[in-house]
């Protein structure tokens, strides 16, 4: 009889496990879907932005043609890349992000769109965009890898294993030089 | 990170554990004295505590917020600010944007108030605004966020609560039994138990001496481990500690008092509203750890801007000794990279220098109390109050007549 307690006991509390690893492993791949989606939301605010900008900028920087079109291009084919995955997307949003910067240190050559209030909100709004991304990129992979660390240790791999939770994938700056500040040449 | 916030609080669980076990006591024993019964005296405790608990927790924010004469904004009233604040949630990972509100005062400092994330706001003071650049300003807002997820809010409202509720007490039994003894002694005629009441009354009066003091040193005590906790998960989230440690300095040089701070809301600030210039903060006694410590652990986070490396720089600073986060939150996290420094030259071209802001802020001020900004053809600007009756305004620059 004792043992039949015990059996049952046992039972219960390895379900009671099965079950907590199972919402803990929801609930860090949800987290990731969020974080993601917030990733999405700035991106897309950024792909918003920028033909404002273009348009603002350009009455008064009419000899910077070579950067705007480079701009204009690398928004255009990040705007393609949406929804192709994360090593696809981000390798498009990296190279916006450097035309961009190029973009905003040809602009201190410029005082008169310095001066320009539109110019200025324009300005804040994509600064504070770029930090937006980054920062959720940030929390997006710190999300991915507790997730990814929830998949692949014991014992919680296997239930991942036989619930088909799959690891994430980062979302990485491509190259290392983009994420230095952009350097000013005098020459 | 997630970790490192349970198993803090399970700390200070304890810690305001502990507390309700002093409030309790006390009214056992005061209920002892006075009614002749325990079981009273815990009761009364209890209703009094729950009555403050229910003012608080429908009104908290609002009487807060109040009392600072605090003014919410939106978006186009500040963007920078707002921009600002919603890197911060994002980088926290916190789900709804928090409430912004602005204090019309020179002093500089913040605070965060709201029972659940989902229900917060900040509040800055204007001249927080004025004085601080983009990175200063995003430590502190990352300080103030942190103190929004990491439930401190809760937490200090409800060792608050008990603080205040124990202080209650005991002065209403301090004057109960100065006068029950002016008018010669009570319940004379109970005879019998004169050594037990004797006792009874002895303990009564060590925990009326006691137990506020020592519920004030734990509300301290775990009011600075939560300033730590936030500078650390602040570091975190910019990934730039320099950008906090420089805002404290500044902080820390000017010494105007918040004028709409008290006793009650002080923790919920980025500094102690009332410090005093030339006063060492007391260690035991404050609710926040002196800023040129904390100054110090920021700026010893060479490594890097994870709870680790915050870890390893207060132990630094401490010269060994037990860190001020949990090391099951140390563990887990992995390696987290600084973000390097912009150079000053850069971040000076790109930013609003210092005469630019204050005047932007001292507009928002002005739009704020409802005055209406007219732009004169020689460039000045006219405020114009909300009552004027007149149509026509003469500017006092160049005396053109204005349009209202």
Known sequence: MNAVYIIIGIVVILLIMMASTYNGLVRLRNRVRNAWAQIDVQLKRRHDLIPNLVETAKGYMTHERGTFEAVTKARNLAQKAVGTGVGAQSKAEGELSSALARLLVVVENYPDLKANQNFLALQEELTSTENKIGFSRQYYNDSVLRYNNKTQMFPSNMMAGMMGFKASEFFEVTAAEEREAPKVSFS | ?404
Request: some cysteine; proline content about 4%.
């Open chain 2, 1 to 404: 990170m997630w970790e490192q916030i349970r198993s803090n609080q399970i700390r200070s669980v304890i810690l305001v554990a502990g507390m309700a076990a002093l409030l309790l006591l006390m009214g056992y024993f005061l209920g002892l004295y006075f009614l002749d019964s325990g079981t009273g005296g815990v009761i009364i405790a209890l209703i009094i505590w729950a009555v403050m608990n229910l003012v608080a927790f429908f009104q908290g924010d609002n009487i807060l917020l109040a009392l600072s004469k605090a003014r919410k904004i939106k978006r186009d009233d500040y963007p920078r600010l707002y921009n600002i604040v919603e890197e911060m949630r994002i980088a926290s990972g916190l789900e709804r944007m928090p409430d912004i509100y602005i204090i019309d005062d020179p002093a500089l400092n913040a605070f965060a108030t709201g029972r659940d994330p989902n229900r917060a706001a900040i509040a800055v003071t204007s001249g927080l605004l004025q004085k601080l650049n983009r990175d200063e300003l995003q430590g502190v807002i990352g300080h103030e966020i942190a103190h929004v997820n990491n439930r401190d809010v809760l937490l200090m409202s409800l060792c608050g609560i008990l603080l205040g509720t124990i202080v209650i007490l005991s002065w209403y039994a301090t004057h109960m039994l100065f006068f029950s003894s002016m008018s010669g002694g009570r319940r004379s005629s109970s005879s019998g138990g004169g050594q037990a009441q004797l006792i009874i009354l002895a303990v009564g009066i060590i925990l009326m001496i006691l137990a506020p003091i020592a519920a004030q040193l734990i509300y301290f005590a775990i009011s600075r481990k939560r300033e730590y906790l936030a500078d650390s998960s602040s570091a975190l989230y910019t990934r730039y500690p320099e950008g906090l440690a420089s805002a404290l300095e500044k902080l820390a040089a000017s010494t105007a008092p918040v004028k709409s701070a008290n006793q009650s809301s002080a923790p919920m600030y980025i500094i102690n509203p009332f410090r005093k210039k030339g006063r060492a903060a007391s260690d035991l006694s404050s609710t926040h750890p002196p800023i040129s410590e904390r100054i110090r652990i920021l700026r010893s986070m060479a490594g890097g801007a994870s709870l680790a490396d915050y870890d390893s720089a207060f132990r630094q600073v401490h010269k060994g000794g037990r860190g001020v986060i949990s090391p099951s939150a140390v563990a887990g996290a992995g390696a987290v990279s600084l973000r390097p420094a912009v150079p000053e030259a850069a971040r000076r071209e790109a930013e609003l220098g210092k005469v630019e802001r204050t005047r932007e802020v001292s507009d928002l001020m002005w739009h704020l109390n409802n005055y209406k900004t007219i732009t004169c053809a020689c460039g000045t600007k006219l405020k114009i109050p909300p009552k004027l009756k007149s149509a026509n305004v003469k500017c006092p620059h160049c005396g053109r007549v204005n349009r209202v």
